[in-house]
Every structure is written in C-alpha cells, then in structure tokens.
C-alpha cells in the first residue's frame, strides 16, 4: 500500500502558522478531517517555524490533530527533546522524521531511537552535503539501514528519503532520484522510499503537472510513499492509479472502489 503522508500541518505554512498562534482548533480540526478522508495514511505535524514557542505549539497541535483523527501521526522536528516530548503524547505508533548522518544530528538521534517504538525517515544527507550523484545517495541509505538495524528497526519501519532535488537546478535530477529508488529497493529489499514529491518541480511553470509525472515515474522505481497534500484530488488519484498499474493493488480493488467514490473520473 502507498503511504501517503499528508504535509498540511506545518506552521511553515501561513495559515496554519496563523491558526496555531491563535489557538483556532476549528481551523487545524477542519484540515486534518479533509486529510483523513482524502486517503491520507499519516498525518504530519510540525511546529518548527515559531521560534521559541515550538514545544507549546508541538503539545497544542497535538491534543487538537489527534482529537480529530484515528491516523498515526508523523512527528517532525530537527530537536530530539521535542521528538521525545512528543513520543509520549501520542496514542499510536509515530513515523518520526526524522534522521541523517550529519555529525551531531546522527549521534544525539540514534540515542534518542534506541528503544522507540515507532517508524522513521531516514534522510540521505551526511556532513558533505546533499548527495550529488546515485552512489552518494545509495550509498548512504546502506549506512543508515545498517546504523538503524543495529538498534533493533526492522526495514519495515525504515523510510529512506533520497533528497529529491529540483529539475529547475540540474536536468539529471529526475533521473538520479529514479535510478536511486531503483538501486536501494533492489539492494535493501524491506525499506520504504519516501520523500517530498513537490522538491522535482522547484522554480519551474506549471508545477502540479511536473509533480504527477514525476509521481508515477517513480512508483514504477518502487517509490512506495511520499510527503504530500492528499487534497490535490490529481495526484491522489494519479498515485491510486500508477500503484495499481505497478501491481500493488491485488484484483484492482483500491482503484475500483476510489473510481465508485467518484475520487478517479476520466
């Protein structure tokens, strides 16, 4: 099944920023309910963008999402002290996001997943930067996975983020990304690939069109997840379709049913 995980509650966003600074529930309830009935599988929270007020906002934002929503959450901040703040207010199994192998990042992060129970993005970023070509990038998704297994994650619960990078900056991109998710389905078979879908079509016209070709280009790499709105009715019905058509959708029966409920139509 493909996991969508639904960006919308991110206060990098001006309307949910606005929303979370004047504690208007009614504002994120209504989001995360139109999240959830689009087919969403996760719910993002982020509370990053106030400085100073991200715990506050963290520990609000989750009363309110989970209040409204019977979906796993995906917890994201950069701070392990908010992760673990976070990790004990929620009521179902958390996808965190997230981790890389830059330097102090990787260290305070493995300390603070050892023993979790949850899920986990896993970033193909180290202490040189954005990976620059397929052997950057698959290479250190086999460190993170070793990394990761050694403190009991199994490559189910492992999201290996390939850092997609737009097309507007080098035309190779897309194709970096596709042969990547190719490579690390082929050699770590188990792990999920996920990452924001929206990063391809960065300072280029027209960018939902680029973003649905782009989708199903990369589910048929094995791109099994990504971070996106599940309110744009195209791309959720172009993600239900390509996963059917890849084989992941026995007797066809998640299409059918979104082509009943009106969700896919010609």
């Keep these: 099944m493909f996991t969508v995980i639904g960006e919308r509650i991110n206060t990098t966003l001006k309307k949910v920023q606005a929303a979370v600074a004047e504690r208007n529930a009614e504002y994120i309830i209504d989001d995360v309910k139109k999240q959830d009935a689009a087919g969403a599988t996760y719910i993002d929270v982020n509370a990053g963008a106030r400085i100073g007020h991200e715990e506050a906002d963290m ?6 999402v989970q209040s409204a929503t019977q979906l796993p959450l995906c917890l994201d901040s950069p701070d392990p002290n908010i992760l673990e703040m976070a990790y004990g207010l929620v009521n179902k199994k958390p996808l965190i996001n997230s981790i890389s192998l830059e330097g102090d990042r990787f260290e305070s992060m493995m300390r603070y997943l050892a023993g979790k129970d949850c899920r986990i993005i896993a970033l193909c970023m180290d202490d040189s930067g954005m990976p620059k070509s397929i052997d950057d990038i698959v290479g250190r998704a086999r460190s993170l996975v070793a990394e990761l297994e050694k403190i009991g994650f199994k490559r189910d619960d492992i999201f290996i983020d390939p ?14 990304a596709m042969q990547a998710v190719a490579t690390i389905v082929s050699e770590l078979p188990g792990v999920h690939i996920t ?19 782009f989708l199903a280009m990369m589910i048929a790499h094995g791109f099994d997840s990504a971070i996106m709105d599940p309110l744009d009715k195209d791309i959720m019905a172009l993600m239900t379709t390509a996963d059917m058509v890849k084989g992941n959708d026995n007797y066809c029966m998640k299409y059918i049913k979104a082509v009943r409920a009106g969700k896919i139509v010609a």
Excluded: A, K
């Excluded at 520990?59 to 309110?64: D, F, Q, S, T, Y």
């Design 59 to 64: 520990r609000w934002l989750l009363e309110v």
């Design 163 to 176: 850092l997609i990078q737009p097309m507007s900056v080098d035309i190779r991109n897309g194709g970096i």
């Design 195 to 213: 990452g924001g879908l929206s990063n391809i079509s960065y300072g280029l016209p027209q960018r939902r069109i680029i973003n649905r070709c």
